[in-house]
């Protein structure tokens, strides 16, 4: 059979989008190729989605057959038991037409811009033209030419002269001894 889509309009909102589609699996009906959620809320403030189940195909069985006819059947109101004694209310999917859109053209108008002359700024007293670029230095300002892409020293993996080229070593500093005999201090004189 060919490809199919119905609507759900009342999911729990626990229930996901695998699971629909293994309801359907399960019960013989069809292979699901996607599930649509859509979160709502009831006056209540209770929460429930809408799906939307479309079909890769629908399986070659009696089960499908029948399930097919009642959701197409205006008549009758098909419920899916999923888990008794929950069901599903089915109805068929009807993808609403979109509005046609119009092409939309722009009211012809006569705009002729005004003519001024524009005259390149001197060099002098004008900072605009150029690029401003962060280097590991800091912020650079290239003005008037393109800026290097890359930093060399990030091309050709130079350390900046910071880095220590040596081991660190551990130097043993006398500690000073707290003898008995320190000097008198005024109370509040801090050392």
């Not at 309009?9 to 989008?17: D, G, L, Q, W």
């Not at 292979?31 to 209770?46: Q, Y």
């Not at 479309?54 to 008549?75: G, N, Q, W």
């Not at 892409?149 to 043993?172: A, D, F, T």
């Amino acid at each position: 059979m060919s490809s199919f889509s119905v609507f759900i309009p009342r999911v729990f909102a626990n229930i996901s989008e695998k699971r629909i589609a293994n309801v359907f699996y399960n019960q013989n009906i069809g292979e699901v190729s996607k599930v649509d959620l859509v979160k709502r809320t009831n006056d209540k403030g209770d929460n429930y989605n809408m799906a939307f189940v479309h079909f890769e195909y629908l399986f070659d069985s009696t089960a499908a057959k029948i399930f097919k006819r009642d959701v197409e059947d205006p008549a009758v109101k098909t419920k899916l038991v999923y888990e008794d004694p929950w069901f599903w209310l089915v109805l068929p999917f009807e993808e609403k037409e979109k509005p046609p859109q119009q092409d939309f053209t722009p009211p012809q108008q006569d705009f002729t811009p005004p003519q001024q002359d524009f005259t390149a700024p001197q060099q002098n007293y004008f900072m605009g033209y150029g690029t401003m670029m962060m280097t590991p230095q800091g912020p650079m300002w290239y003005p008037m030419q393109a800026p290097p892409m890359v930093p060399p020293q990030v091309v050709y993996g130079n350390r900046l002269n910071r880095q220590r080229s040596h081991p660190k070593k551990r130097i043993n500093v006398p500690k000073k001894k707290l003898t008995e005999q320190t000097p008198d201090r005024e109370e509040g004189e801090v050392y």
